[in-house]
């Protein structure tokens, strides 16, 4: 693709030779930084400094959170940092669409479904939380390009789940980066402004969200306050340290009781819990984990714990912290209730199930009553299942 860029006397190639200098909307894409002629590539005016129109594009809670920071500057006319604000999110299976939409529609907000991106002018462009890849078309539609507000320190935890990722590998310091926006690959794009917060012990995915949401909010309105300079001082990403945080599966959420120390399936507990329960297998049957708690040492001394002998995975219930206990690679997890049918507390599974059990068995140990690491079959072998019922029926 040959683009060109708009020059006071005429077009140049963008790959044009030395000496040659591209114009501020050229420039605001490649992270080159804020050349002041002037115009954007179309020869249109282009704004030197706020009241800014925005087009923002996001999904989730995160997200909204920087919307309803700019839906705020675009009602403080005293402070005319945004004139315009119109918002684009994704389609959502139910009625009342994901947060952004909510949130875009009950502020009377313009919103448009994505790829439907509208057909105003703008000067930039947001992105929170948006799972998009943008193309370089819709970028060059923005003079100052598209900014994208980030709930890691880039480049540690690229991609769709940077928060759980965080919380998944006990990450004891994160943050948010305000980056620009690069055609065809996620999160590369150049540093505007990059803040880090420590993560509180044993905080939950979705409250870490909660404190990074407010904090990239305010992060993107000082960089809006300042968008030229910020965009000229913009630096690139350091090549060292780069992680990913892809999106999680159903089969993150099994788990793995020969594999995994109790701090490891907390971690785990603390990043998806709230989005998908633990699982296990327990007698052929796949049973969730919902309310998983840290064993008191006391707990952990009493004899008729201490006289068993034990695998990971082995279930045992404690009367009088009316818990369930089970045995990890290293150490013990308690759980408050579980999902198996019904919803049951650590109590009722035991009496409807773990002590019929052992009267069945009464010769049994924990490590015959155990729970099991669940397998959830692959892609292919969902394919492979289909086409077998397909041909038996």
Not at 3 to 27: F, I, N, Q, T
Not at 78 to 84: A, D, N, S, T, Y
Not at 223 to 245: D, F, I, M
Request: net charge positive.
């Amino acid at each position: 693709m040959r683009v060109l860029v708009r020059r006071c006397c005429g077009y140049l190639p963008a790959s044009g030779g030395a000496g040659r200098r591209l114009g501020p909307h050229w420039r605001a894409v490649a992270g080159l930084g804020w050349c002041p002629s002037g115009e954007d590539g179309r020869g249109a005016r282009v704004r030197e400094k706020p009241p800014w129109r925005v087009l923002f594009f996001g999904t989730d809670r995160f997200a909204r959170e920087a919307l309803r920071a700019l839906h705020a500057a675009r009602e403080n006319k005293e402070e005319e940092l945004i004139e315009k604000l119109e918002v684009v999110t994704v389609p959502s299976p139910s009625p009342k669409g994901l947060p952004v939409k909510q949130y875009a529609v009950q502020s009377q907000l313009p919103v448009y479904e994505w790829p439907d991106v509208g057909s105003g002018e703008y000067d930039v462009g947001v992105v929170a939380s948006f799972g998009r890849l943008l193309s370089e078309a819709l970028i060059l539609k923005f003079p100052y390009g598209i900014l994208n507000v980030h709930p890691s320190c880039l480049p540690r935890w690229r991609g769709p789940a940077p928060i759980i990722h965080t919380v998944l590998h006990g990450d004891t310091v994160t943050g948010v980066t305000i980056m620009q926006i690069r055609p065809k690959r996620f999160d590369v794009g150049p540093i505007l402004k990059q803040e880090t917060v420590p993560v509180p012990p044993k905080s939950t995915a979705k409250e870490l969200e909660a404190v990074l949401s407010r904090l990239g909010a305010n992060m993107l309105i000082s960089v809006l306050k300042n968008l030229p300079a910020s965009l000229n001082s913009g630096r690139q990403q350091p090549t060292e340290g780069v992680t990913h945080a892809p999106k999680i599966s159903a089969g993150t959420s099994c788990i793995k009781w020969e594999e995994q120390t109790s701090e490891q399936i907390f971690r785990l507990y603390r990043a998806i819990g709230n989005i998908i329960p633990l699982q296990t297998l327990w007698m052929d049957n796949t049973i969730k984990l919902l309310d998983l708690v840290e064993v008191n040492s006391s707990v952990l001394t009493d004899p008729k714990l201490t006289g068993q002998a034990v695998t990971p995975g082995s279930v045992i219930y404690h009367k009088h912290s009316q818990i369930l206990l089970v045995c990890c690679k290293n150490g013990w997890i308690g759980v408050q209730s579980v999902m198996l049918k019904k919803t049951l507390t650590a109590t009722d599974f035991y009496n409807g199930y773990l002590h019929p059990w052992y009267q069945k068995n009464s010769q049994a140990q924990p490590s015959q009553c155990r729970f099991q690491t669940l397998r959830l079959p692959t892609k292919q072998q969902k394919k492979k299942i289909v086409a077998m019922q397909q041909c038996i029926k």
